[in-house]
């Protein structure tokens, strides 16, 4: 297993049930069919599944992710969760109107945009949902030194390369959700709360692209594992309370498809 993999399986949340309320249309086939696309090492496949056993809802899952270590993570996980392919957004191997749902989280600012946006609507069925969803990095209501520690450090230190902003999810999703397919889009804030130690944070601030992209960086393992632990030494020393309350600032958007 590569560190992304072994990080976002250790230490990226899973998501809250409400995230998942009125994804599935009223009426719809027998067994609905759920698309999680880009799902990384499964966490969102299971938080999807957890709201539909909680909710008594019958559906079948499919999950897919271009990087097959992330797959096979996840399929090594929980085999029989979902139908688990390796595939990008831009080139979906499914069918035309294969899906009542699709669901997309933390992930839609990676796409190729203007070709993953054909690929998502050719794949949801008239009358489909589609949630798109992202959280920011979480902070620390109480603890603004700490807020202001990550992010001085994601903006100087663990920065990528002629990087540029990620831009808001309401911008990047704009073309899609103007599209004729697209009848109404809700936006709304979900509660994502979750209480984290030093040694979590850590582990969350690993698996973000821009501390791996750091990683990369330095010399060797030795270098790595050295920073590794000089971030969790700050981490600790701006949690005086060995544990703090973290909101993830999660939205979505909810789209009904014509």
Same mark, same amino acid.
């Given at each position: ?18 995230? @998942? ?8 086939t ?10 990384? =090492? ?28 992330? #797959? ?35 992930a ?11 690929? #998502? ?8 949902r589609?949630? #798109?969803?992202?959280?920011? @990095? ?17 903006? =100087? =230190? ?13 911008d ?11 009848r109404?889009?809700?936006? +709304? !804030?979900?509660?994502? +709360?979750? =209480? ?13 692209? !821009?501390? #791996? ?20 030494? +700050?981490?600790? !020393? @701006?949690?005086? +309370? ?5 909101? @993830?600032?999660?939205? !979505? ?6």
């Amino acid at each position: 297993m590569n560190h992304e993999a072994r990080s976002y399986q250790q230490f990226r949340p899973v998501y809250p049930e409400g995230l @998942f309320s009125d994804l599935l249309p009223r009426g719809g086939t027998p067994v609905p069919q759920i698309l999680d696309l880009a799902c990384g =090492t499964g966490q969102s496949t299971a938080s999807i599944a957890t709201h539909l056993a909680h909710a008594k809802l019958g559906a079948s899952l499919s999950a897919c992710d271009p990087d097959p270590e992330m #797959i096979a993570t996840a399929q090594a996980e929980a085999p029989e969760l979902a139908h688990w392919i390796v595939a990008p957004a831009e080139k979906l191997p499914y069918s035309d109107a294969q899906f009542d749902a699709v669901v997309i989280l933390s992930a839609y600012h990676w796409f190729d945009r203007s070709r993953a946006d054909s690929e #998502i609507l050719r794949v949801l069925k008239p009358g489909g949902r589609l949630l #798109i969803a992202e959280y920011q @990095f979480p902070v620390a209501p109480a603890l603004p030194e700490l807020n202001a520690w990550v992010r001085r450090s994601f903006n =100087t =230190t663990w920065k990528f390369p002629d990087q540029k902003p990620r831009g808001r999810l309401r911008d990047l999703t704009g073309s899609l959700l103007t599209h004729p397919r697209v009848r109404s889009a809700h936006w +709304e !804030r979900i509660p994502m +709360e979750q =209480t984290l130690t030093p040694a979590e944070l850590t582990g969350l601030l690993s698996s973000q692209a !821009r501390f #791996i992209a750091h990683q990369r960086t330095l010399d060797d393992d030795s270098a790595r594992a050295q920073h590794l632990e000089d971030t969790l030494v +700050e981490a600790t !020393r @701006f949690m005086p +309370e060995g544990a703090a309350k973290f909101d @993830f600032r999660l939205t !979505r958007v909810l789209a009904h498809l014509h």
